[in-house]
């Protein structure tokens, strides 16, 4: 259309990871502009946002776990996908605006990346979302397509990229070949099961309650899936179940590798359950190009070697993992024209 063609001159589009975890924002031409957590703040039993609209992201993130009553610090998007609808359309609707304030006359398109599993009611509650939080038109784009196009892979080309994106609510395995998703597997674990275990772990084994955040900071610090040549403790503090009072203790990364096999156990599963479903001549491929991870989880110590060990191919950690996916994305914009016709979005098929 050549009126959208027009707008589009006019306009900052930009592409976004909408993470369990993080949100990324791209812009055409800028690279990423906003990384923020996916956190709001609201009024305890309202959905009214607090500091008129702005205790969104890294502001709200201090917040977690730490508000008094009378405030919610929520994480609108569980498991890759929108449980709280209103909150999430405030949180992109900040966004948006955080970015699109800096220039452009009309509102942006927008290109979210979302995980490849989910259902038709759950994209259509994303480009809802969108729409309502001051987007044009909204392009979805499946997370692998997206990692794997950000990574750098030769997805066009007529031979197998394996990519295995580990965010925080899912990870997304997909075989890529001819700008196409060959097969692929979305399973609903990632990087919150880990510190779900490791909070389960201080629980069961010293009665010690700890907070998402503070065991997060344990499966950063000392976390990881294979033994290490030294292996590490840590402090940590929280509240005895048993006495409510506030407790030290000193834990080690043995014990929290023993705690997060069982989410590490899952990827590896589902990395092989994909592996088995590809076509003979794609798997043939994998022996010389590889398999790539991306996403928080991939900067998990030794992920790579459990990975290649299970498979027995060669396991690589794409550059600036984090941000694949929103890189993807940011590369989506730039071909729109070329593309929009291959993504959902809100103007064919979704009447």
């Given at each position: 259309m050549l009126l959208?063609?027009?707008l589009g001159w006019f306009s900052m589009d930009m592409g976004i990871d909408l993470g369990t975890c993080t949100t990324l924002v791209c812009v055409r031409d800028k690279g990423i502009v906003l990384n923020e957590p996916s956190v709001v703040a609201v009024r305890k039993g309202t959905n009214t946002v607090l500091n008129n609209g702005e205790a969104v992201g890294l502001v709200a993130r201090e917040m977690l776990g730490k508000t008094p009553g009378s405030i919610s610090?929520?994480?609108p998007l569980k498991d890759g996908v929108i449980s709280d609808f209103e909150i999430t359309?405030?949180?992109?609707?900040?966004?948006?605006?955080?970015v699109h304030d800096r220039g452009g006359l009309v509102r942006p398109r927008v290109v979210i990346a979302v995980p490849s599993g989910i259902t038709a009611v759950e994209r259509r509650a994303v480009i809802d979302s969108a729409e309502r939080a001051g987007a044009r038109r909204v392009y979805l784009v499946d997370e692998p397509m997206a990692a794997g196009i950000g990574s750098g892979l030769p997805i066009t080309d007529p031979t197998a990229s394996m990519i295995v994106d580990i965010g925080g609510g899912t990870t997304e395995v997909a075989?890529?070949?001819?700008?196409?998703i060959a097969t692929c597997e979305s399973i609903r674990i990632g990087g919150d099961d880990m510190d779900e275990a490791v909070i389960n772990h201080l629980k069961k084994t010293y009665n010690l309650l700890v907070g998402e955040a503070r065991a997060e900071k344990v499966k950063i610090q000392i976390g990881s899936a294979t033994a290490m040549d030294?292996?590490?403790?840590m402090e940590i503090a929280g509240r005895d179940t048993i006495s409510g009072l506030p407790r030290k203790i000193?834990?080690?990364?043995?014990?929290?590798r023993e705690a997060l096999r069982e989410p590490i156990s899952a990827i590896i599963d589902a990395v092989t359950r994909t592996l088995e479903k590809a076509e003979p001549e794609l798997a043939a491929d994998l022996i010389d190009n590889g398999v790539h991870i991306c996403g928080g989880?991939?900067?998990l110590r030794g992920m790579d070697t459990v990975l290649a060990n299970a498979t027995g191919l060669k396991v690589e950690r794409v550059d600036d993992p984090l941000s694949s996916v929103a890189r993807g994305t940011s590369v989506y914009l730039e071909n729109l024209e070329l593309w929009k016709d291959t993504m959902d979005h809100n103007e064919y098929g979704w009447q």
């Open positions: 959208d063609t027009i610090a929520i994480r359309e405030a949180m992109l609707s900040y966004f948006i605006r955080k075989i890529l070949s001819l700008a196409d030294e292996e590490l403790t000193v834990i080690t990364s043995e014990e929290i989880g991939s900067l």
